[in-house]
């Protein structure tokens, strides 16, 4: 019952309710012990019973509570006490049972062990172990072999031998973490010769008196001698010492550095404890001498030193002449770094010598425990020189139990030893390597990193729009960001419009000549310009017109900030402006964004996961850092550069510390770790973190240096031109300026007042011919404000002239004498429409500036030219009377700022919130430069320090880590804080990386002398959208285009596809599969006929089976070449039952037939066959069986015996012959099957079926080849089917209405279903031939493997035919095959009747041939054979002479029927309907819309390779920029506010 109950615990560890299996544990440890106190165990079995008891409740011992654990070893005492007892009358017989039963109490002690370190358990535990080798050693026998039990933690080792014997005794347990003893030659008077010695061991996995400390890291060992009454032999003070070796079992990196004897080596030892043993191995290169020197706080030389010694020591073995021990007396017992010299000893005269020494450094201890003072010492006990990192040895001189310490010795460099080190670099290149490549590489990208600087710089710059008109200066910043998808990035003319509540702006082209602009990921920034502002804008229009290479455009998101006032608008696009792409358009309208906009979640969380990416990652961000950021790319180069080195200083570092194996494990489920791993990786974080973070902050947060302003008008910064048009002479300007332009600009003022006015206007009219007259135009101008402020015959009433407070009313558009922030009641309206006066002072000004250089003698009349200077200056002097001086001056309190000082201000503005100053960056380089320079020099110390071997498993482990942290930390880290940014802070970010200059130029505006005189080409393309006709035309040529490609693709990826698809089919086919199986089929069908009797049947096997099954060579049939797998078998059909011999009914239940007899049934499923067709009829696949003998004569023997007991009968159906033959040379098996069945006569036909399969794969290369194509097959499998399921998801049901998406999912099926079966096929091989290899002498059935390989050739062909039936669906676009499927589809009804005629004459003469001829000739013998003659009589195959023979009369008149019924009549009625279907079809065939596609595809083709192709008329196929015209009408009208040029 406890066990049955302690296994249902067990099995159930580490579930749910661990406090209460550890009660029942307890209460179940109680109940044992109250039973074994009122019923004690009298024999071996009742204690071997309890013992398993006890052995099972405590094999779990994290669920043994303290309690518990004292109970059970009370228990284990009581037990091995009463196991003492009881055999002490046991016989020597019976010493078994006292073995099994002492057994489980060690196990439950092992279990115990593990669980406890308590004094009381502990001593219980030694005292039941003591018990259980006494019981072991009654009644044993004088030098026999030892009793061992060995169970988890503990191993027990007895054994009774003579005196003579314990001489030189090696005491040991064939486990490798045992304790091992080998005893000396004992002095006289411990032993006398006439008692025996037994020998009592014990070893202990963990310490057993863990309880006191001691730091014991190793194997527990202990060794005791004893007389037969059990005293103990004391043995003490030996003169010759005993050898002990200890295991350590958590055996950590061995520490080895490979020193260069060419100079002085020196290596650093720390040693950890003044009591520990110092070992040194030394492994020299070559057969050398040299002294050794140790030093303690210094570098011992030759008359200071601690301890020096020579190597190798003489007259010592082999094993020790290389290994120098100090022990603590030896190296005065200090602690610390010691300094270990390595002088090699070379002949006078010899300055340099090419070896190295290879130095493994131990520190061990030897404790023994002291049972006295119940502690561990070291007295009479010393390390050994054969002392291992895997074990310790101890020499002693007494026996009692025995431990060893461990130390962990860290890694450690000697800095003044570099020449050394590095001289050892032939030997181990593999760090210094690395980071000489490191280094190198660096270099290389530094020189990327630059030149993608520069590019960047030339990117970084405001655009200011050449087609801006100079009268316009309301100031507007556009920052357009091009999204990262594939193929965002444009090549069009994009055009953009701004919409806001008091107007909208002139469309204007977005391009810079200096830079390409709306590149992938790009962000270009344009200054746009309008005549006054346009209110809260409302939403912001973009176009394109196609053109170029890569028409599409996706547009992530827009920024318009209005530099007047400051105020940003963000519009989020995230749309593609392409004529086949999404909602396929060019000409869109977005809206503004509102804060709810801004702050949901899909936006910040891109928004924030891109800007991390491309700023906050350090690695990435060197390939895709925004272009406004100061911390360049070199910068980020560097910074990745130092932290990766100063990541590989601190891991190489810590690399190979072996961990402290009495330490503590942290247990989290699957993951272990310790607090010594915790630290290492604390310490690294520690070291490296804060350095690195100080060198990229510097960077991030330096201001750039500020550029003195030139004087000599040159060019600052990333800097535009304002206007092509910019003149350095008066004369220049003065061709450039007419009569007409001053017109012109001044019907733009009137213009922009109309559309600020809402009102309507005079409707004046200039005809063609008649140039409009510039005083008409300056009065519409002053008409403007007379009508608007209800004033006559002047421009404003006198009632609003009131002083500091004026305000010049035009419509929408105020002229306040105040500053724009002037009184606080004002609301923002007001404040709005204040500066409006400026702009229009500013504009007159122009005009005035335009009039003084074109002068009197440029317009027909002064006295009009005289009037509108005249109009001008009045206008002028009156906004001068009301407006502050300072804003006509340019100064800044009072004028909109220029977008250069708007920018600038606000770069400055930023300056004073914080950074540091530009001189930081000398700085951040000089940490670059320390750190890289730093962690490079001390990575490559350690790396020569290291070795080879452990270099190489540090870079593994290194690079690793690095790419781990790379691509999966680091993105999973930014992804994880975009999302906390996009749900918690919700916060829109509006960091700015800096702002460019703009040129000296546009600031020279107000500037008397300078005059703009560009102005914009209204008339071009890109100005208007593209009308929907061309959009439609655009969408079709790219749509042509895309189904080209598609085409093209499609047909590449097919013939991809067949190719492999015919080398997966080739590659599981084998031409010499048919050689073999004719070979086989020849050799086995000699002597066969189609009427055999029984006799000759038996002749056959006796002579041509036989012969041919067991050849010249054993095991090999008559060719030689090919093995016999297993035996063959014998198998007829005949009945269902069990019979006798000669087939006697078997009588009375208690007769036994032998299961290989061949007279019992066998069903198909036990003999592993399956059912096959015969000439006659199908075969199940049982049967009476009979196995034929490994060799000829046995087989001979069986043979005869069936035939003398008459197996084959007159009943016999069929007999089957079942082998399998291997040929090594063609690495084939062929399972061959050779029929007999009987005929309706009783006569044996002959039929053979032969399968051959490759079940071992071959491995050269042609096998990798085929390996490789079936994964690509796969991978194109892998392919079609997305391709299938996107068109499921589309189609819905109609998918499946399609004949040819049905192959394809057809194709899908089958190639899945062969992969299934090529498993099935694999797996099954693999079971026939280990079942062939466990039992040789038996027939062994491949039929299933056979079956499944067939069934895999089957779909293999059937996808073949699949696939190439495709090829129909491909070459569908060729317009004969095209023509063929229209023709059949035309003529479909009339041939539907024809075949059913056809159909009615075959059968008829089919039936009627059978009737006539099928008993006597062959041809005929069955419907379905007559019926394979007359398709022959059609295809003019046929035999007439046997016919013609039988009956000329009847065969005349049959053959001569046929041939003009079926052939003359039936056959040419039915081609006749399919050509004249085609000739109709000819008339009326239309081209699709697939062979234009497929004609688009040869022009495309032949323009690739430069071949000349005929083109079709109005293909319409290019996909240039939308076509426009200029306006005809020479009518100039002003109207409404609308004003029309010429």
């Not at 809206?591 to 991390?612: C, H, I, Q």
């Not at 039936?1466 to 050509?1475: M, Y």
Request: hydrophobic content about 40%.
């Amino acid at each position: 019952m406890f066990t049955s109950v302690s296994d249902m615990l067990n099995s159930k560890a580490g579930q749910d309710e661990e406090g209460a299996r550890l009660k029942l544990r307890e209460q179940m440890l109680n109940k044992l012990t109250t039973v074994l106190l009122d019923i004690p165990s009298n024999t071996t079995q009742e204690v071997q019973v309890t013992a398993t008891a006890v052995a099972g409740i405590t094999q779990i011992s994290d669920e043994l509570s303290p309690a518990a654990q004292e109970e059970a070893a009370t228990l284990l005492v009581n037990l091995s006490s009463s196991l003492n007892t009881i055999s002490v009358n046991q016989l020597s017989k019976d010493r078994e049972e006292v073995m099994q039963a002492a057994t489980p109490i060690v196990e439950a002690a092992s279990n115990i062990l593990n669980a406890s370190s308590n004094k009381k358990v502990s001593d219980s535990l030694l005292t039941g172990i003591k018990n259980i080798q006494s019981a072991l050693l009654h009644h044993k026998k004088l030098n026999g072999l030892p009793d061992i039990i060995d169970s988890g933690q503990i191993s027990v080792y007895v054994n009774r031998i003579s005196p003579e014997d314990i001489q030189m005794q090696h005491i040991n347990i064939q486990k490798n973490s045992s304790s091992r003893f080998s005893l000396p030659s004992l002095p006289a008077g411990i032993i006398f010769p006439e008692e025996t010695v037994d020998v009592r061991m014990m070893s202990f996995e963990k310490n057993p008196y863990a309880w006191k400390g001691g730091n014991i890291t190793g194997t527990v060992g202990s060794l005791s001698l004893t007389r037969a009454d059990g005293s103990v032999i004391p043995v003490e003070n030996l003169a010759k010492e005993i050898e002990i070796l200890l295991p350590r079992l958590d055996v950590g990196q061995e520490n080895s550095t490979v020193l260069d004897l060419a100079n002085f080596s020196t290596l650093i030892i720390d040693v950890p404890s003044p009591d520990v043993t110092l070992v040194l191995k030394m492994e020299p290169s070559e057969d050398i001498s040299f002294m050794l020197f140790l030093g303690y706080k210094d570098y011992p030389n030759d008359e200071s030193y601690v301890a020096k010694t020579k190597i190798p020591f003489e007259n010592v073995n082999e094993e020790t002449k290389f290994t120098w021990v100090l022990s603590p007396r030896d190296r005065t017992g200090a602690v610390g770094a010691h300094y270990l010299v390595v002088k090699p000893i070379v002949e006078p005269g010899v300055r340099f010598i090419n070896a190295t020494v290879t130095v493994i450094s131990i520190a061990a201890q030897c404790k023994y425990w002291n049972e006295t003072v119940s502690s561990w010492s070291e007295e009479g006990c010393r390390v050994g020189p054969l002392t291992t990192p895997l074990v310790t040895q101890c020499l002693c001189n007494h026996l009692t139990f025995f431990g060893s310490s461990f130390f962990v010795m860290p890694n450690l460099v000697d800095v003044s030893r570099t020449a050394e080190l590095f001289s050892t670099f032939t030997n181990n290149p593999v760090v210094v390597c690395f980071v000489g490549a490191i280094f190198a590489a660096y270099l290389l990208v530094v020189v990327w990193a630059r030149r993608k600087d520069i590019q960047d710089a030339a990117k970084v710059k405001i655009t200011v729009l050449v087609d801006n008109d100079p009268l316009a200066e309301y100031r507007y910043m556009l920052t357009i960001s091009t999204g990262h998808r594939h193929g965002a990035a444009t090549s069009s003319q994009v055009t953009v419009t701004l919409l806001g509540t008091e107007g909208e702006s002139e469309p204007h082209h977005l391009t810079d000549p200096k830079k390409p602009v709306f590149e992938r990921g790009g962000v270009d920034m344009f200054l746009l310009t309008t005549h006054f502002s346009l209110g809260d804008l409302q939403s912001i229009r973009l176009w394109h017109d196609n053109s170029g290479e890569h028409p599409a455009w996706y547009v992530n998101k827009v920024v318009v900030q209005d530099l007047e006032t400051g105020q940003k608008w963000h519009f989020l696009c995230n749309s593609w402006l392409a004529v086949d792409v999404a909602e396929c358009t060019l000409d869109k309208v977005f809206p503004v964004a509102t804060e709810m906009d801004l702050k949901r979640f899909s936006n910040l969380f891109f928004m924030k996961t891109a800007k991390d990416f491309q700023d906050g990652h350090i690695w990435f961000s060197v390939i895709n850092r925004p272009p406004c950021s100061t911390f360049t790319r070199v910068q980020r180069v560097s910074c990745c550069f130092s932290l990766l080195l100063c990541t590989m200083l601190t891991s190489i570092m810590f690399w190979g510390i072996p961990t402290d194996p009495s330490e503590q494990t942290m247990d989290l489920g699957h993951i272990e770790f310790t607090w010594q791993q915790v630290m290492i990786g604390i310490q690294s974080s520690i070291i490296m973190f804060p350095i690195n973070l100080l060198i990229v902050s510097i960077f991030r947060n330096t201001r750039p240096r500020e550029k003195i302003a030139k004087t000599d008008g040159l060019k600052q910064g990333n800097t535009v031109k304002v206007s092509p048009s910019q003149t350095s002479s008066p004369q220049k300007e003065m061709k450039d300026i007419t009569p007409d332009t001053v017109i012109k600009d001044i019907k733009r003022i009137a213009q922009s007042l109309a559309k600020a006015m809402k009102s309507p206007l005079p409707h004046l009219e200039f005809h063609p011919g008649h140039q409009a007259d510039i005083n008409t135009l300056l009065s519409l101008v002053e008409d403007i404000i007379r009508l608007q402020n209800g004033a006559a015959g002047d421009f404003y009433t006198d009632s609003s002239k009131r002083d500091r407070a004026m305000i010049l009313s035009l419509g929408a558009v105020n002229l306040q004498e105040n500053s724009m922030w002037g009184s606080l009641e004002k609301t923002s309206d007001e404040v709005q429409k204040n500066s409006y006066g400026i702009y229009l002072y500013r504009q007159l000004r122009h005009v005035e500036k335009e009039l003084g250089l074109l002068g009197p003698s440029s317009f027909p009349n002064s006295d009009c030219y005289m009037k509108a200077m005249q109009q001008v200056q009045g206008m002028r002097s009156y906004l001068e009377f009301h407006l502050p001086s300072s804003s006509l001056d340019g100064d800044l309190y009072n004028r909109s700022p220029s977008p250069e000082e708007s920018i600038n201000g606000s770069a400055n503005k930023k300056r004073c919130q914080g950074g540091l100053p530009w001189w930081f960056v000398f700085v951040g380089w000089i940490l670059v430069i320390a750190t890289s320079a730093v962690s490079g020099y001390f990575t490559m110390m350690y790396g020569l320090t290291y070795g080879k071997e452990r270099s190489i498993s540090w870079l593994i482990s290194m690079v690793v880590s690095f790419f781990e942290s790379l691509f999966i930390t680091q993105p999973l880290k930014v992804l994880g804080f975009a999302t906390f940014f996009a749900l918690v802070l919700k916060k829109v970010d509006e960091e700015e990386f800096g702002e460019p200059q703009i040129d000296d130029n546009f600031t020279h505006q107000d500037d008397s002398d300078v005059v703009q005189v560009a102005r914009r080409n209204s008339t071009c393309s890109f100005y208007r959208p593209p009308p929907p006709t061309d959009i439609e035309r655009m969408r079709g040529n790219r749509m042509k285009a895309q189904k080209v490609f598609a085409l093209i693709r499609e047909i590449l990826v097919y013939v991809g596809f067949m190719w492999m698809l015919l080398l997966v089919a080739y590659g599981q086919r084998d031409p010499n599969a048919f050689y073999l199986t004719q070979h086989i089929q020849q050799s086995f069908s000699k002597g066969t006929s189609d009427t055999m009797s029984i006799q000759d049947v038996f002749n056959w096997a006796n002579t041509t089976l036989l012969s041919s099954l067991f050849g010249e060579h054993p095991g090999f049939i008559t060719d030689g070449n090919s093995k016999l797998v297993g035996n063959a078998r014998l198998r007829q059909m005949e009945d269902i039952g069990s019979y006798g011999p000669r087939w006697s009914q078997s009588v009375g239940e208690n007769t036994s037939v032998n299961l290989q007899s061949p007279w019992k049934y066998k069903s198909q499923s036990k003999l592993r066959a399956y059912p096959i067709w015969g000439g006659v009829r199908l075969y199940r696949g049982g049967g009476f069986v009979m196995d034929l003998g490994p060799d000829l004569q046995n087989s001979t023997r069986i043979l005869q015996y069936l035939y003398d007991t008459t197996w084959f009968d007159a009943f016999t159906q069929a007999i089957f012959v079942d082998f399998t033959v291997y040929n090594v040379n063609v690495n084939l098996f062929c399972i061959v099957t050779l029929m007999l069945e009987t005929t309706a006569i009783g006569a044996f036909q002959f039929r053979s079926e032969l399968q051959s399969v490759r079940l071992y794969q071959s491995t050269g290369g042609f096998h990798i080849f085929v390996m490789a194509s079936e994964v690509i097959y796969f991978l194109f499998i892998i392919y079609y089917m997305f391709v299938q399921i996107k068109l499921i998801k589309r189609q819905k049901w109609a998918y499946f209405k399609s004949k040819w998406n049905l192959l394809e999912l057809a194709i899908i099926i089958l190639s899945w279903s062969a992969l299934s079966v090529f498993i099935k096929r694999t797996l099954l091989g693999k079971r026939d031939i280990s079942y062939y290899q466990n039992n040789k002498d038996q027939y062994a059935s491949f039929h299933e493997t056979a079956q499944a390989d067939a069934v895999l050739g089957y779909l293999i062909a059937f996808l073949v035919l699949l696939a190439t039936v495709k090829l129909w669906h491909l070459l569908r676009l060729n317009p004969k095959l095209h023509m063929i499927t229209a023709t059949l589809q035309r003529a479909w009804t009339d041939i539907s009747g024809f075949l059913v005629v056809m159909t009615i004459m075959f059968l008829a003469y089919s039936i009627s041939s059978n009737l006539m001829y099928g008993w006597k000739l062959y041809s005929y013998r069955t419907l379905l054979d007559a019926a394979q003659t007359i398709v022959s009589l059609q295809l003019g195959i046929f035999n007439y002479e046997e016919v013609l023979n039988y009956n000329p009369v009847l065969g005349s008149f049959f053959i001569g029927s046929c041939i003009v019924f079926m052939t003359f009549v039936v056959l040419n009625l039915f081609i006749s309907v399919i050509l004249v279907a085609f000739s109709q079809e000819q008339i009326h065939h239309k081209p699709s819309e697939e062979e234009e596609t497929v004609d688009l595809m040869l022009m495309k083709l032949c323009s690739l390779f430069g071949l000349k192709c005929k083109k079709q008329e109005g293909d319409g196929l290019t996909q240039g920029k939308v076509p426009s015209s200029a306006p005809n009408s020479k009518l100039a009208t002003v109207s409404s506010g609308n004003l029309s040029e010429e």
